[in-house]
Every structure is written in structure tokens, then in C-alpha cells.
């Protein structure tokens, strides 16, 4: 069978020069479950290469225990849960927003420090939908980010000013979900 480089697998259009780059932006987001999973799937993936990684959660509160927050603390990964829980659940929504606030603080520092290879920005997309922080702020903190800091953002509902910077972006599209019959949340496939 014959090659042409101008066509890709099954005849896709041309695929384009391949080129290194320091790092990259990747976005896991839409109403699928999947999105941090996915995320610490690559944190662990870049802790086993050597990579100093860090994670800063905008929603959970430190009050929950998940496993990959225990297997964070087992490989000495520096890991910030800077929320309060689930905004329906706050007593306090000025709280709230200062907290999401100071968790793009946080995170912004560790994406200008140049001390990380990987940043996980767990939910960050509710901190910009329910205006803690602007849009713009975060995609400019994305782009004077250290040049080898690859990030991961997570949440649903992107902008599309996020979308548009990042280099790989994944939707995650609900087929169907075990919480829409009942069931309730299970450690170790959801926490």
C-alpha cells in the first residue's frame, strides 16, 4: 500500500510538521464524568517521569478524603484544596468566592515559579463561571506561565477563551450516569 504524506490515518486531511514545545495546556471539560480522573492520570504519569507536579483544587474542601488526594500525599506531590465545598452548600458565598479567589492566587504563583513540570487546575472553570476571577486573568496567567509548565484544567463549561489557548481540549459527554438512577457516590470510582 502506498503512503502519501499529505494524508493522514484513513485519509484525514494533512497532518501538520510535527514540533517539540517547552509545554502545553490540556482541558478536560464538559457534563461527562471523567475530567480530574483523567487529570490525575497524567499527574501520576508525570510524577513516574521525573516531573515535579503540583494540583490546586477551586471547589473541594479539605473535609474530603479522596484517593487521589491519599496517593498525592504518598508520592510527595504538593497539593492545595483551597475550596469549601459545593457552592449549593455554602453558608457563606462571599466566602466562597474569596476562597476561589485566593486558590487562583495559589495557583497562579506556582505557574509563574518555574518550580513546576505539571499543574492540575482542578474545576478551575467554576471559579470563572461564577465570576471569582475573570477570564482574562486566567488566560493570562496561562500565557506568562513558566515556559515548562504544562497544565491540566478541569471543570465543566470552558469559556471558550480557554479553549482557545489551550492545545488539547477533551469533552467528556455524559452517556449516562449511576447518580441519575439513585446511586450514590462510591470511594474509589468517584473520591
Avoid at 490515518?9 to 502545553?24: C, D, L, Q
Avoid at 462571599?94 to 479567589?101: I, N, P, S
Avoid at 471558550?160 to 438512577?181: G, L, N, P, R, S
Amino acid at each position: 500500500m502506498e503512503t502519501d504524506s499529505t494524508q493522514g490515518p484513513r485519509g484525514s486531511a494533512k497532518i501538520k510538521e510535527r514540533k517539540r514545545v517547552p509545554s502545553i495546556v490540556l482541558v478536560n471539560t464538559g457534563e461527562g464524568k471523567g475530567k480530574s480522573s483523567a487529570a490525575f492520570g497524567v499527574m501520576g504519569r508525570g510524577w513516574a517521569r521525573g516531573w515535579r507536579v503540583g494540583v490546586v483544587q477551586f471547589i473541594k474542601s479539605g473535609k474530603w478524603k479522596t484517593g487521589e488526594r491519599k496517593l498525592a500525599d504518598h508520592l510527595s506531590i504538593p497539593w492545595h484544596t483551597l475550596g469549601d465545598g459545593f457552592t449549593w452548600e455554602s453558608g457563606d458565598l462571599d466566602e466562597t468566592a474569596a476562597k476561589g479567589r485566593h486558590a487562583f492566587d495559589v495557583a497562579k504563583e506556582m505557574m509563574s515559579s518555574g518550580d513546576f513540570d505539571l499543574l492540575i487546575l482542578d474545576e478551575i472553570t467554576y471559579a470563572m463561571k461564577y465570576g471569582w476571577v475573570p477570564v482574562e486573568e486566567v488566560v493570562e496567567a496561562i500565557q506568562a506561565r513558566a515556559p515548562k509548565t504544562n497544565l491540566v484544567l478541569t471543570g465543566r463549561n470552558a469559556p471558550d477563551e480557554i479553549i482557545a489557548v489551550a492545545d488539547t481540549v477533551t469533552q467528556m459527554t455524559k452517556v449516562k450516569h449511576a447518580f441519575d438512577e439513585g446511586i450514590t457516590a462510591m470511594k474509589g470510582i468517584e473520591f
